[in-house]
Structure formats: C-alpha cells, structure tokens
C-alpha cells in the first residue's frame, strides 16, 4: 500500500507521514506539490498525496448528510477526483498508490450520493481479499473506513430495492454485517493506537453490526458481537463508545436475551492483527445469567457516566454537562428497572447517590431518588417508629429526599402520594394530609385522569381518618370524620372500580355503625376485586357483629375463603381461630392456632402434645412453655410469631386455661419483650388471676409504650375499679371513650365506674349507651 512508497520520498517522508496522521491536510498538500515540483518521477504519489488531502479537507468541513450534501460535494470534489484517479493507472500500480486510491474514490463517490460506483471503486481494490497484516495509522483508517462505507453503501442500495431471492437477501444481509464488524475491529484498533478521534463515518459504523443483527432476529450474535467490542482495551477516544455499548448489551440481555435464548460468554476469539487489543486476565468474571451479567455491564456503564460527567455549571459546558447528564441518567434508570426486580433498593440508592454529584436540580434523578428512598424505608409496625429506633433514620431520610423532590417538581401528584404516605408511616398526620391535599391539587390542575385523582382523594381520607383516631377532641374528631367521608366518596364516584377506595369507605361506615352501608360498601370492594385482603377481612368481622344474628357461618366462610385466597398470611387463621371459639367448638379453635404457629415457623416441640390427656388441648400448646427456652427471633418475623403466639393466648384465657395462657404470653415475650401488646397481655393474665396491682403496673407499662391503645386503656381502668381508684377509672375510661366513641364495653365498664361513685343517672346513661352500641360490634376487631 501507501508504505511502498516511503523510500521513494526521501526528504519528505517523514513530515507527509506525520502531516497525515495529524490529519494536516494543508501542509500535507503544499509538501506533495513540492514533490512533484523537485521529483517528477513521483507524479503518481504526489498525485495520490494532493487528492487525498483536498478530499479529507472538504470532508473535514462539509461532513456526509445524504442527499442534501451529494450535489455540491460531487461539484466541490471533481478536482481531487481527477488527481486521484490518475494515480490508479500503471504509474500509481507502481508506486505502489492504486489500491489506495480506488479506496479513496469510493469514499468520495460515496459523499457524491453515487453508492454503485462507490463499491466499484472497492471491488477495484480488491477489499474483500486485503491481506490481514499491519498497517501503518494512516492506512489503517482508511480501510477501516472503506469497510464502513461499504456496509452503508450496500444498504442504501438495498433500501432502494435489491429484489432477487430470500437467499440473495440474505447473503446481501451477511455482507453487510460483515462489512460493519471488520470496520469496528479496525476502527477499534486504530482508537487503540492513536487516541484520536473516530470520525463520522466510524462512529456510524461501530454500533450498525449489533443493529443489524438485531433486526434480523439474531440476538446471540448481536450480544456476542457487543460482548466482543466491550472487551477490547478502553482508550480515551472509545469511553463514549463503552457506555453506549454497555447500555445497548443491557437492554437486549432484558428484553430479549433471556431464559433460553440466553447464551453464556464465548471464549475469546483468535488474536490477529485486524483485531483489537483485549483484556485478558487469570480470573475473569463470567456470568451465570442475563441478570449477572446485565447488572455487571450495567455497573460498568454506570462508572463510565460517572467518571466522564461535566461538574462544571459554567454555560459553555451547557451542551456538555447535559449529554453527560443524558448519558448517567439513562444507565441509572436501567440499574434501578434490574435492582429492583431483586428488591435490591441499596444498590439502586448506591447508584443513585453517585449520580448526585453532577444531578444538580435534575427533576429526574431527585424524583428517582425520592421514590427510591421511600421503598427502601422500613415500614413500620403500629405505632410509628420512635425517634431513634429501628426505622426512624430510613424513614426520616425518605420524607427529607421526597420534600427537596417535591421541590423540584410541585405538580407531581404520584409523589406528593408517595410523600403522604411517608408521613403516615411516621405518624405525622397533619404532615401527610397537607402532602395528600397537594396531590389532590396537583392532579386537579394537570387534569390527571380520574384513577390518579380518585387515589389522591383515597390518601387524604386515610389521612383524616387517622387524625380521627388520634384526637380526643370530639369536635376535632368529628371533622376529621366527614372530611374522611366526603373524600372517600369523591374517590369512589371518580373510580368505582378501585376496591381500596370501597374498602377505605367500608371501613369508615363500620367505625361509624352504619352496618348496612359499610356491607354494600364491603360487597361493592370484593365485586371489584374478590381476593382484596382487607375486604375479605372486614366482611368477617361485619357478619360477626352481635346484629347480624345467627350468621356466624357467613363470617366463618368469609375467613376460610381469606384463609384459601392468603395461605401463607397470618391473619385468617387467627380470625378463624376467634370465631371458631364463638361459633363452633375449642378443639377446632385450638387446631387453627396450631396451624397458626406451624404456619409461622414455631420450633416442633412446642408444637407437641404435653398434656395429662387427649381432652387437654390447650395443655398440649403451652403449658410447660419457656421464655427463656424461647425460640431466637427478631424483626417482622420475630413479631409475627409473637403475634400468634398472644392469639393463642386469648383463646386459652377465654377457655379458662390460665397456665396454658401464661405459656403462650411467655413465648411471645421471648419474642418481643418490649411489645405493648406483649404488656398488655400480661396484664389480662393478672387480672384473671385478681392480682390487681400486678395488672395495673402492666397495664400503664403498655400505655407508655402505644398511649392511644384503647383496649389498654379500657383494661387500665378496669384495674383501677377493681382497686378501688373510682375516679381514676372515669378518667381513664372516658379517654378511652374520647378515642373510641362507639365501642361498647368502654360504656359498659364507664357505668359501672359511676354507679360504684354515686351518679346512678349518669351510670344510667352509660348504660343505654353500651346497649345501644353492642349489637353494632364486631366480634373481630377492625382492621387498622
């Protein structure tokens, strides 16, 4: 090639050399002229030399853009035609400077919008039989441009009608592919060796193999070929071509490449001196699977953004700073789509952290972050988390990221609902009903279709009727009440379809005895959805209530059919257990909270008859039982367990097996000692045992803990009735009262408070309270 004719050059070899590499066009012309001037012998390279730098030179400033650019670029190019092709005669075969030329016109023809004599000019050449060997840098790129040039040339005359057969096409097809992937290995190697940059026509050509491939539906060799280009040694000139790359690989090995079609990484292929360098080393990673391997290309992309994101805030990096942002922000998004299907929230937060750096009021990473940060937050059991407990910095970290979010985007109403429910988790309330009112606002202004406003309407409802529970204050509680109400209406005429609206709305007519409403509402939520958890639930409890009459098997069914639809819950065997006992016999109740246990994962022995007889069934759950041989828990599960553990401890106390009760509440302390729930069933065992002071003490022990638990109270005042403290147990009941209005045994035990201190009319009107309200309450409790 051009190499041949380095010796014949003499003065001049070394700075045309280098004018060329540099791509110095305007010296690289005045230096031919002058050898053609002093060494007419060398006509034909100068020739070559002239034609190549006015053609290069018109490139430079006029790059290919189709047809609009072909007529002036064939009428600019005419002169650096003629100088090249005078160098493909014998002379030029001589000088050793044809092949480049013919190279070199078909590169010009293809600017000139002439794509068959482009491939003339190439089949001329002879390019599909060059040699493989090594090139000098000039030469290299030229025929790795030639290859691109050539794929692009094919398919344009193909997307104006190649006709012929299937296997015609195809072979057409094959060529092409070729004809990219021999441009990118070249064009690869020649980033590799000089940093310089690719040029238009190689940047085309380095991701068209992969496009191709994909096109025709042939996926292993478009992953193998992406593999392939990931692996070649990154220069300076290439990082922007690894990210795309690594993206593209992502995407596919998601979309497409999965299960069976996935393949795993092949051996390296061969070394030759038309390929690029590749990393080798001893231990290399190789994925098991798509996920691996996504994720791991995906994390190289990521650190690729990161690394080349533009800080500077400065205007004339504007361009920059935004295709970097561009860049990060969709390898981002794509770690967060794979991450999370894992539930692996940290490395999405992780990722999401590093991209802080250069995010600088991006709405679209401060909103990814938001939601992000708030599906990782613990969710908390009731009562919300205190100050310095476990969840507290999780979720204080979320409701700060999702308020600068807001910030960022005020008209965003599904984040001003993920916001709300933050605060509700934390029990700000008067936090999260302003949040919720702000994506009621924000969808009635960006006219949100009606599900999205219907949901923004369902949290601030949910936020009302949690300020109802929490006052006192019976005008504030009132309120509270029929804003719920109103909202909760507004949101099932909006989506009758939404079973969480009817649920929410159910719930709210059954906290306020309106029975019947409350069942059309229930029925309304399962017709939407039939296996909704909380409708199942409260169905249960509303055929449970003393009004329903005899229509306990209504409610026993509505906990099977939870049972069956939630196999691995806890909560439909412990409402079955509960009504099992009221409706159909011990043994059966006892069995459901053996299940229960069994269910969630309680040690076997514990589980094991140790009664003096088979008409013992409680005996044979608890009595021995330790809490000091207590099984090792903790977290959720620990909880769960001890959840089902006080569950069997309410049925053994209302069969009257002390001791089997004291066993269970033991185990359930093991569990979680410091559980107001815990305390307070340690109090009802010293109640039934009379021990009054001994109640007392765990009863007030529970309400420091959860202090607007309304059973705890309702039994704190009990215990001081029973101690004699008269008007300690009005106070106490009648807070109880204030939370809770509707509940009957607060009634109940308030008038028999009163009747003991001497205020028979106002025991009286307690009295017909209580029996007012009995009939309209549940045996099971409420849900939350």
């Known amino acids: 090639m051009t190499s041949r004719g380095k010796s014949t050059v003499r003065g001049f070899e070394t700075e045309i050399e280098k004018s060329r590499e540099e791509a110095n066009w305007k010296k690289a012309i005045e230096l031919a002229l002058q050898l053609k001037q002093r060494s007419p012998q060398h006509e034909s390279l100068a020739h070559f030399l002239i034609g190549e730098g006015k053609l290069e030179a018109y490139l430079e400033a006029e790059p290919v853009r189709g047809a609009e650019t072909a007529a002036r670029a064939a009428h600019e190019l005419a002169e650096a035609r003629g100088f090249l092709a005078s ?45 493989e060997k090594d090139l000098p840098v000039r030469s290299l790129r030229i025929v790795a441009e030639s290859f691109a040039i050539k794929g692009l040339c094919l398919e344009a005359l193909a997307g104006g009608g190649g006709g012929g057969s299937r296997y015609k096409q195809a072979e057409r097809e094959a060529e092409v592919v070729r004809a990219f992937e021999l441009a ?86 061969p070394p030759g001196p038309w390929r690029p360098r590749r990393y080798a080393a001893i231990n290399q990673f190789v994925p098991r699977d798509e996920h691996e391997e996504a994720l791991l290309v995906l994390l190289v992309g990521e650190a690729l953004a990161v690394r080349d994101a533009v800080l500077s805030q400065s205007a004339e990096f504007a361009a920059a700073r935004d ?25 999405v937060l992780e990722s999401l952290e590093r991209a802080m750096k250069f995010s600088f009021g991006c709405q679209h990473v401060w909103r990814q972050r938001a939601l992000a940060t708030a599906a990782a937050a613990p969710r908390p059991p009731q009562p919300p988390p205190q100050p310095g407990g476990a969840g507290w910095a999780g979720s204080v970290r979320a409701a700060g990221v999702l308020r600068r979010a807001l910030a960022l985007a005020p008209r965003d109403a599904p984040l001003a609902l993920v916001a709300a429910h933050t605060a509700y988790n934390m029990g700000w309330i008067e936090e999260g009903i302003e949040l919720a009112e702000r994506g009621v606002a924000a969808a009635e202004e960006g006219e949100a279709e009606p599900p999205m406003l219907a949901r923004a309407c369902l949290a601030a409802a949910m936020g009302h009727q949690q300020l109802a529970q929490k006052t006192s204050c019976r005008l504030e509680k009132e309120a509270a009440r029929a804003a719920a109400l109103r909202l909760l209406l507004r949101a099932v005429r909006l989506d009758d379809n939404d079973h969480v609206a009817l649920y929410q709305l159910a719930l709210h007519y059954t906290r306020a005895g309106q029975l019947n409403d409350a069942m059309d509402a229930c029925r309304a939520g399962l017709r939407a959805r039939a296996d909704c958890a909380g409708g199942l639930r409260l169905a249960a409890a509303l055929w449970s209530c003393a ?52 269910l969630l994962h309680a040690p076997p022995e514990r589980l094991d008859a140790r009664s003096d007889s088979a008409a013992s069934p409680s005996r044979a759950l608890s009595e021995a039982a330790s809490s000091a041989a207590g099984p090792a828990g903790g977290g959720a599960a620990g909880a769960a367990r001890a959840a089902a553990w006080l569950t069997l401890a309410e049925l053994c106390g209302a069969l009257g097996r002390a001791a089997a009760a004291a066993g269970c509440v033991a185990e359930a302390a093991a569990l979680a000692p410091a559980d107001a729930r815990v305390l307070r069933a340690r109090g009802q065992l010293a109640a039934a045992a009379r021990d009054w002071p001994a109640a007392r003490l765990a009863f007030q022990d529970a309400l420091a803990l959860q202090p607007t638990d309304v059973d705890t109270l309702v039994q704190l005042g009990a215990a001081f009735y029973n101690l004699g403290w008269l008007r300690l147990a009005e106070k106490t009941l009648r807070d109880a009262a204030a939370l809770q209005p509707r509940r009957a045994d607060t009634w109940r035990r308030l008038a028999l408070v009163l009747a003991a201190a001497g205020e028979p009319a106002a025991a009286a009107d307690c009295a017909a309270a209580a029996i007012a309200l009995q009939p309209l309450e549940p045996a099971l409790p409420l849900p939350a």
Do not use: I
């Open 323 to 347: 295709l970097s942002l561009h860049n990060a922000v969709t390898v981002v998004d794509l770690v967060a789509l794979l991450a999370a299907r894992w539930g692996q929230l940290c490395l």
């Open 547 to 598: 009004c329903a009459g005899r229509r306990g098997a209504r409610a026993l069914a509505a906990a099977r059919l939870a049972r069956d639809h939630y196999p691995r819950a806890a909560w439909p065997l412990a409402a079955l257990a509960a009504l099992q006992l009221r409706w159909e016999a011990a043994p059966a109740a006892l069995d459901s909270g053996r299940r229960l246990l069994a």
């Open 184 to 269: 990118a290995d070249l064009t690869l190697l020649y980033l590799q060796r000089t940093g310089a940059a690719a040029g238009p026509v190689l940047d085309a050509a380095l991701l068209r193999a992969p496009a191709l491939l994909v096109r025709g539906a042939r996926l292993g060799a478009a992953v193998a070929r992406q593999r392939d280009m990931l692996a070649a040694v990154e220069c300076a000139a290439s990082a922007p071509l690894r990210l795309t790359l690594a993206r593209q690989l992502a995407e596919l090995l998601l979309r497409a490449a999965t299960g069976p079609l996935y393949e795993p990484p092949a051996p390296a292929p």
């Open 87 to 131: 160098a493909t005669d014998d002379a030029g075969k001589r000088a050793g400077v044809a092949l480049d030329a013919h190279l070199l016109l078909g590169k010009l023809h293809y600017a000139a919008g002439a794509p068959a004599d482009a491939l003339d000019h190439f089949a001329r050449a002879e390019l599909n039989t060059l040699t």
